[in-house]
């Protein structure tokens, strides 16, 4: 059974940084494509970053680009968002998922399965 766990989130003043990240479990992470998503309150999941497994390939999105950066460390199975500048509307759950099919990855949730229980990320003003 694909099991992910995220952690590493917390309360950060805004410009700060926080690094996150998505333990798996029960199965090999290198195989497998991996994302990341959050979600805040009143709002619609939506993707931040994703890695693909074969080519590594990233993918950001608009609000995170430049300050975020995604990678993964196939000896300890574990996939990261370095989250730098963070700002208050970076605020939310934050949750890893694996990508359903292989390939390049893609930044919507419909693509992905297996979530893990997110990890709380608050950036203060």
């Known amino acids: 059974q694909l099991q992910l766990v995220e952690s590493g989130g917390g309360l950060v003043q805004s410009g700060g940084s926080l690094r996150l990240s998505c333990a798996a479990s029960?199965?090999?992470?290198?195989?497998?494509?991996i994302g990341w998503f959050r979600q805040a309150p009143g709002k619609e999941r939506e993707g931040v970053s994703c890695?693909?497994?074969?080519?590594?390939?990233?993918n950001y999105a608009d609000s995170v680009k430049g300050r975020f950066t995604i990678s993964r460390d196939n000896a300890k199975n574990t996939v990261y968002l370095q989250m730098n500048n963070l700002k208050p509307e970076d605020t939310a759950i934050y949750y890893c998922a694996v990508l359903r099919v292989f390939g390049l990855c893609v930044l919507s949730p419909k693509s992905y399965r297996s979530w893990g229980q997110g990890t709380q990320v608050t950036v203060s003003s």
């Open positions: 890695i693909s497994a074969s080519s590594g390939s990233t």
């Open positions: 029960g199965f090999t992470l290198d195989y497998y494509g």
